[in-house]
Every structure is written in C-alpha cells, then in structure tokens.
C-alpha cells in the first residue's frame, strides 16, 4: 500500500500537480504511517514474547489450576490486564478468556446443584479442556477462536 501511495505521490509530483516541499511532507507522512502500523502491530511489551506466544500461554495458563487452585484464573486476567491496553488481541484474547472462565464456572456450579448432573461435570471438563488447547493452537496460529457456549459477560 504505502509504494503504490509514494508512486502516485511521485507521478504528482512529476506532472507539476504538487511541489517538492509538499511531494516531502507528505512521503514523510506515508512513511511515518507505516512505521506506527508497524511497531502497533509488533509491539513487544508482552514481556519480550511474540504476540502470538504470549496469546497462546495466555489461554494454556487456564490449566495452572489443575496445580495450584484459582491460578488458572487469576494468570490469564493478569496477563490480560497488563497489556490489553497496549495491545489489541490482548484485550480481545483475555476478555474472550475471561468469559469462558465465568461461563463454564456458572454451568460447573449449576451441574453441581442437580444430583443427574454430575456425569454432565465430567462431560463439560472434558470440553473445558479440549476448548483451551484448540484455543491454545489457533492463538499460536496467529488465529482467534471464540469458545463454545460462551456468555458474553465482558463485550
């Protein structure tokens, strides 16, 4: 995009249309453009990580509570808030972690209360768990994946 941009700006500039110091200020313009599309994309104050790294650790750190209880959960906001405001998938990622999260706390919760439910609790683990690892994998994939029966709580 920005070449083709500099080509017309050079083709006005060719033709008279624009003079030399405003054919400079606005490739300065384009260049500066670009420059802060990049490092927004790029930014790497996700603790020295690759986005996509960090995204993909971000939904596997829901398992950390299978170590040490409520770790699961409070990592992934952790890591959610430290950077969603200065990186965009972070924001999207943790809030999509964060509804799952209450999502499935509420039905485990529910399935708990009703006596018939407790064979639906090993059911919905199970789907708990393959849901964060496919999340896991489209996050390394560069991918977003929202998780299945999931209440939007946070939007």
């Known amino acids: 995009m920005k070449y083709q941009d500099l080509k017309t700006l050079d083709e006005l500039r060719e033709k008279g249309s624009i003079s030399e110091e405003e054919f400079q200020r606005e490739k300065a313009k384009i260049l500066s453009e670009e420059n802060t599309k990049y490092s927004e994309t790029y930014k790497k104050p996700l603790f020295g990580m690759t986005e996509r790294s960090y995204l993909m ?42 509804n799952f999260t209450l999502s499935y706390a509420i039905y485990s919760i529910a399935l708990l209360i009703i006596i018939i439910g407790i064979p639906l609790l090993v059911v919905l683990f199970a789907v708990y768990a393959i849901a964060v690892v496919i999340a896991s994998i489209k996050a390394s994939n560069g991918e977003y994946w929202k998780y299945p029966l999931t209440i939007q709580f946070i939007k």
């Open 57 to 98: 650790i971000m939904h596997l750190s829901q398992f950390a509570s299978w170590i040490i209880p409520f770790i699961g959960i409070i990592a992934p906001i952790l890591m959610w808030t430290t950077n969603k405001d200065t990186n965009v998938e972070v924001d999207r990622h943790g809030k999509n972690i964060l």
